[in-house]
């Protein structure tokens, strides 16, 4: 199973879970509750990574390697007895929440170590429960929450009980010592607790830029020595890394440095993990509660029916459960992802469409409602078409549509009565009130927009032809009419098959965005959805019919 593959299994179950909702005629308040409940764990299904060590091992800057930013704070002294959770966001941001008030605080992430650090805030004299930060990182986006602990072993005794009391919460434990001393009482302590809860263990050894190759090969069969004498010792991974090589290879997007740095291999075996044991382990057991609900709640076919469709999902979870892996998702990729992709951006040829046409009428209506000889040149050509007369209408004033149209309405008023004669026949009527009328081509907005359009393929096109990289990381999300237009505009195979597998990637994640949205509104938890699966319906019209207004018949002919 891949991580794609984990949410689609993950929509189909809430698919299913709609259709015997729909099967429900009138359910009861008891009925309801179930199936929300089933919404709700789909909803709030995530992957809880807790990260826990000592002080100065380099918990934090791991993260932010992973990351690929400096979004968390970093130092020395010891962090407050603080939990920090990061989580996805559309944009970075920081709720504080207390745990003696209600009202949560929202500040910059800039503001962050205010809360969570000895300096800012000595002792916790703010009362801070947790920390919730909010990146737009590719990693987050899946559903993977990652919690940052304070420093075991601190003189701060507070830091190790708030460590401790949180452990229960984790899925699997990355484990941040360092080569400086591996292993530490406390750290020990953290291991035999997760071998006692049969939880996953990452063991990850940091700094290993501080120290040699023969140094760090002896460092490592001493740490595995110590490991496998503690019980469950088959469930600890053990990772040499350099987050801060990691860091800044990502920063310079060099993929050799970063798999040098060991945070290659670590993110994989993690979302390895995550996948092939939490996801199968958490969609198996949902399975069974749907097709218990459906058994209960529904009469014998139709309950059949729907336990047959649970049971073909689970089948295929857990035929692919044996071998699962991260295919085409892996870590380097997530953070290459072009921008576009994260944050898309509308149409920019339909918005060049827009501003010529808002442009255009911003003159034209004034000297509509002002020069004589242009309403007669209105008059003479019918006016504009329907879809362009009500977006002059939009911005003219009254007063404006009052002095500019009469011309107009008494052209049409004359050509009325020189043409109503009781011997014409409908069909002859109807055929000069067609030559009367506005169209496209007679349109002086139509033939505006048909020309910028042109103009906007072609700047889009000759940017291709000549950075045909730069051209794809930094193109906007193209509607499907006017990249049916670049991709015919077109001559290299190359840049139009990396056109259509960047856009299938665009489409997949809005799916995936709108199917995450409906299913947090079915749960009742459209708090828990980011702007992305917010506005992923409307961004996908978008997509599909580009911005309103700007196409009209004809114009992409």
Avoid at 325 to 336: I, K, M, Y
Avoid at 479 to 501: K, N, T, V, W, Y
Wanted: glycine share 6%.
């Amino acid at each position: 199973m891949e991580l794609r593959g984990y949410e689609r299994a993950k929509f189909e179950l809430a698919e299913i879970v709609r259709s015997l909702q729909a099967l429900l005629v009138e359910p009861a308040r008891g009925e309801e509750d179930r199936l929300s409940d089933l919404f709700v764990r789909l909803a709030e299904d995530r992957f809880n990574l807790v990260v826990v060590g000592r002080f100065s091992r380099g918990k934090t800057s791991l993260m932010n390697a992973i990351l690929g930013s400096d979004s968390l704070p970093v130092g020395i002294v010891p962090l407050t007895s603080v939990i920090t959770t990061v989580t996805y966001g559309s944009k970075a941001g920081v709720t504080i929440k207390y745990k003696e008030r209600l009202l949560n605080t929202e500040v910059p992430l800039d503001a962050l170590p205010e809360y969570v650090t000895q300096r800012g805030n000595p002792g916790n004299a703010r009362r801070v429960e947790v920390a919730e930060v909010k990146l737009p990182a590719e990693i987050l986006r899946r559903g993977f929450h990652f919690v940052d602990t304070p420093g075991l072993g601190s003189t701060i005794r507070e830091n190790t009980r708030t460590t401790e009391e949180f452990l229960p919460q984790a899925d699997a434990f990355v484990l941040v010592t360092s080569y400086e001393g591996p292993l530490s009482d406390e750290e020990l302590e953290i291991l035999r607790s997760a071998s006692a809860s049969a939880r996953r263990v990452f063991v990850v050894v940091n700094k290993q830029d501080l120290v040699s190759h023969a140094e760090r090969r002896e460092a490592l069969h001493d740490l595995n020595e110590r490991l496998s004498g503690l019980p469950g010792a088959e469930r600890f991974n053990v990772f040499s890394v350099s987050a801060r090589e990691g860091l800044e290879a990502r920063r310079s997007e060099d993929a050799a440095r970063f798999t040098a740095s060991g945070i290659d291999a670590l993110e994989r075996d993690l979302a390895r993990f995550l996948l092939s044991e939490k996801s199968a382990e958490f969609l198996l057991r949902l399975c069974d509660r749907v097709g218990e609900v459906a058994r209960e709640l529904l009469p014998g076919a139709a309950s059949a029916a729907v336990i047959e469709r649970t049971r073909a999902l689970a089948k295929r979870i857990a035929q692919d459960h044996p071998e699962s892996v991260l295919r085409s998702e892996d870590g380097w990729a997530n953070h290459a992802a072009p921008a576009a992709l994260r944050q898309l951006a509308p149409c920019e040829i339909c918005e060049r469409i827009v501003q010529a046409a808002f442009d255009f009428l911003c003159h034209f209506q004034y000297g509509l409602s002002v020069d004589r000889d242009e309403q007669q040149r209105h008059a003479e050509r019918g006016g504009l078409c329907a879809l362009h007369t009500w977006q002059y209408a939009a911005l003219a004033s009254t007063h404006g549509i009052c002095t500019g149209y009469p011309a107009l309405l008494e052209r049409l008023s004359a050509w009325f009565r020189s043409n109503a004669a009781p011997e014409a026949s409908p069909g002859s009527v109807a055929s000069k009130m067609q030559a009367l009328l506005p169209a496209s081509s007679t349109c002086p907005m139509c033939s505006l927009c048909a020309d910028t359009e042109r103009e906007a393929i072609r700047l889009v096109a000759t940017r291709f032809s000549e950075d045909p990289r730069d051209a794809l990381s930094s193109l906007s999300a193209v509607c499907l009419p006017h990249l049916r237009l670049l991709i015919g505009s077109l001559d290299d195979p190359e840049a139009i098959q990396d056109l259509m597998l960047r856009e299938a990637v665009i489409l997949e994640r809005l799916s995936d965005d709108m199917r995450r949205y409906a299913t947090k509104h079915d749960a009742v938890r459209r708090i828990l959805a980011s702007d992305e699966e917010t506005k992923a319906g409307r961004t996908a019209i978008a997509v599909l019919a580009g911005l309103r207004n700007v196409h009209v018949a004809g114009l992409n002919e």
